[in-house]
């Protein structure tokens, strides 16, 4: 009988490469440094916070949006222009002070009305009652001229954390024809940032959290 010298692998070498094998890692690039592994987890938002305002935001890592300011009267962040918006837009969060009577978000918005319609060409688009991470809000979309240029405004009001202040987020951009409906989905989506301040260790309580937006209510 013919021998041949057929090599054998050591009993560990065979176990640790059936293993592999078992696992999918030596047989397909979905190990290390392969195209086909399992995403890792995904990058932690940004977080902004400012004293001042006692306003918090987590941020997606992949938004493209930019923070311009933290400090001072408001937070500012430049969003991104997407595959259907030709340009983006800037969103102020600001609080109004402290107030002793308990916040009003009807008049709020009235005021915002007003507000509007003093201004040149001042047109109050309408407004939407709907719920966001901090309890009942309104939306209001107004447009009108500022140094011979026509802007646009969605301006958001909700109560903030505190309890004791009107807080709203004012996405301002330059107007164009028929994205109406991919600005608001912006400004919601920047809305839904603002996190409840850490006091004293813990979070604020809120009353929002998973309130769903509401009907369209008509302007007043």
């Not at 040149?120 to 447009?143: I, N």
């Not at 505190?162 to 994205?179: E, I, Q």
Request: net charge negative; hydrophobic share 40%.
């Amino acid at each position: 009988m013919k021998r041949t010298n057929a090599f054998r692998f050591p009993p560990a070498a065979l176990l640790i490469i059936l293993l592999l094998a078992a696992t999918g890692w030596a047989c397909s690039p979905g190990g290390e440094g392969g195209d086909g592994g399992v995403a890792g987890p995904a990058a932690e938002p940004i977080r902004v916070e400012s004293p001042e305002l006692g306003l918090a935001l987590a941020i997606p890592a992949d938004s493209g949006a930019e923070v311009e300011e933290t400090g001072g009267e408001a937070i500012r962040v430049a969003l991104p222009a997407g595959d259907e918006l030709p340009a983006g837009g800037t969103v102020a969060y600001a609080a109004d002070p402290p107030q002793s009577a308990g916040i009003n978000l009807v008049e709020a918005v009235n005021q915002r009305v007003q507000e509007v319609e003093a201004r040149p060409e001042g047109d109050f688009l309408g407004q939407v009652e709907l719920g966001g991470p901090l309890g009942p809000a309104y939306s209001t979309r107004a447009r009108f001229t500022e140094e011979g240029q026509q802007v646009e405004e969605i301006r958001i009001f909700t109560v903030h954390p505190a309890g004791n202040r009107l807080l709203h987020m004012t996405y301002r951009y330059t107007p164009v024809p028929g994205v109406g409906k991919q600005r608001m989905d912006q400004a919601l989506e920047a809305f839904g940032w603002i996190e409840p301040v850490a006091v004293g260790g813990e979070e604020e309580e809120t009353g929002g959290g998973d309130a769903a937006a509401g009907d369209a209510a008509s302007a007043p």
